[in-house]
């Protein structure tokens, strides 16, 4: 009888130190909460995906933040987390990956060729994670920093053949059933000759670029929705109170929101930050008693990397961690409930840190930027003195050694003769090019390409199941995994 008592005690004991662990939040010393494990299953889970967002991306980042502020333990919020892999990007018909068979990848689980929008190769519609949550009965929601109907976005919402059937992925919104849309692209949106008097949020002309005149705005406020645009939607957006089951879209400017570099320096419009977007979205979506998915895009971090501008790509990625910011918030009063997944669809630009034999980093020198190069492109209109001025003005280049003059000054030889690089597949201004070359090394920043790469990405993770993302991935895999532990059924 006595063996019967202490058996049935340590039962009991054992019992309770598995109840223990199941319902465990693990901590560092300063308190950070690190992991949750009470459930196997979330009920909120967070899709980040930072589009060219590779190791350096991240880590340059870091140090930034830590050369400006002074902390030399400061860290990104995506790089606190407790789990991580890495994972390779290609798609099914060459090594280097575009972001529409990338965002496939990660949405779908499944490889397709480059272009293809959540397709696969013999043109079959894939099914996606946001499909899949809806028919779980999850509020959805889908955000990005660029046009809605961009490559990244478009994969969770869409199917289609190509990504530059823009304004029929538009239409495909309209199915989509996500209850929280907001980005930038109106001009797919609205029907042909439309005109408007009011501006975007960034003080941009509203057009269209259909070639109809169906009014998809109209159509989504016949569907139920809260329709906002423009720099009325962006003002409204500030204020706007959602309710339990508001469906919302709203899109803020014509072509993709400003890079952050500009919106910063900027004192005459207001665009709200991928943080305030996330964090509205989250206000939405939690009073969803099944809970929510909610893919994050933060689309400019790319293309800064593309024209090579090392200011406009760690701001843009500083951006983007303040989103993740939010989302680690919800986290922490709902570390039972909530997986957050940050990823990158591909590296772009072949960005190093480190040129030639010097072993230095001076990031600080980035910091008297006042401009993303994409907004510079064009600045040099003959007149060079003018722009050795707006140089110093707007990326506090002073002082130019006569090899950085030499470099600057065939830029603008090129632009007077009409040249192009054949290396500059993308045709930037090649005196901004020169100009971003310089601030680069200044920086001892160096860049391989104007396009992707196929460097690997890192991922990082947690909260419930978070610690089944690990080790050596493929993107693919990264959807698969957040499938099953979300129980959403793919394709």
């Known amino acids: 009888m006595k063996k019967k008592i202490i058996g049935a005690v340590l039962m009991i004991a054992m019992v309770l130190v598995l109840t223990l662990q199941t319902n465990t939040i693990l901590k560092e010393d300063n308190g950070t909460v690190l992991a949750s494990t009470n459930s196997t299953t979330p009920k909120y889970i967070f899709y980040f995906i930072g589009d060219g967002l590779g190791t350096s991306q991240r880590q340059i980042a870091e140090y930034y ?10 860290k990104l919020t995506m790089n606190i987390f407790p789990h991580s892999a890495i994972n390779t990007t290609h798609s099914l018909d060459t090594l ?10 990660l949405a779908t689980g499944h490889k397709t060729n ?43 919402a869409s199917h289609n053949e190509s990504r530059g059937n823009e304004n029929d992925i538009a239409a495909d919104y309209l199915d989509s059933g996500i209850d929280y849309i907001v980005g930038g692209g109106v001009r797919h949106f609205l029907p042909t000759n439309f005109t408007d008097i009011q501006t975007d949020a960034f003080g941009g002309k509203i057009s269209s670029k259909r070639k109809d005149d169906r009014n998809i705005l109209a159509e989504f406020i016949k569907a139920g929705y809260k329709v906002r645009y423009g720099l009325k939607g962006a003002e409204e957006f500030r204020g ?3 309710k339990k089951g508001d469906k919302y879209l709203n899109l803020f400017t014509t072509s993709h929101l400003p890079y952050t570099i500009d919106d910063d320096n900027d004192t005459q419009f207001y665009v709200p930050s991928l943080a305030d977007i996330t964090d509205k979205g989250i206000e939405l979506l939690s009073k969803d008693e099944d809970g929510f998915f909610f893919m994050i895009e933060g689309g400019r971090i790319d293309h800064a990397c593309h024209p090579n501008d090392p200011s406009g790509t760690i701001m843009d990625t500083l951006a983007f961690d303040k989103a993740i910011e939010e989302a680690y918030k919800f986290y922490e009063k709902n570390p039972h409930d909530t997986l957050i997944v940050v990823v990158g669809d591909h590296e772009t630009g ?15 020198v980035l910091e008297n930027a006042k401009m993303s190069i994409e907004e510079f492109q064009g600045s040099y209109t003959g007149n060079r003195e003018t722009y050795y001025r707006l140089i110093e003005e707007k990326f506090g280049l002073t002082d130019l050694t006569k090899e950085e003059k030499t470099i600057i000054d065939k830029g603008m030889d090129m632009v007077d003769k009409e040249i192009i690089d054949p290396g500059n597949a993308y045709k930037y201004d090649e005196a901004a090019m020169a100009v971003t070359h310089v601030l680069s090394e200044r920086a001892g920043v160096y860049w391989t390409s104007y396009a992707h790469t196929a460097t690997q990405i890192p991922m990082s993770a947690i909260g419930v199941g978070a610690q089944k993302y690990n080790g050596f991935l493929d993107n693919t895999d990264i959807a698969e995994i957040t499938a099953k532990i979300a129980h959403i059924e793919l394709n």
């Open 350 to 364: 072949g960005l190093g840190m480190g040129v030639n034999t010097d072993y230095f980093l001076n990031l600080q």
């Open 114 to 156: 480059n272009g293809v929008i959540a397709k696969d190769a013999e043109g079959n519609n894939l099914k996606t994670l946001i499909e899949g949550a809806e028919e779980k009965g999850m509020a959805t929601g889908l955000v990005t920093t660029t046009r809605i109907t961009h490559a990244t976005p478009a994969v969770f």
């Open 96 to 105: 280097i990956t575009d972001s529409a068979a990338a965002g496939t990848a």
């Open 240 to 242: 706007e109170t959602l």
């Open 65 to 74: 933040l830590q050369e400006t502020t002074g902390d030399k333990t400061r």
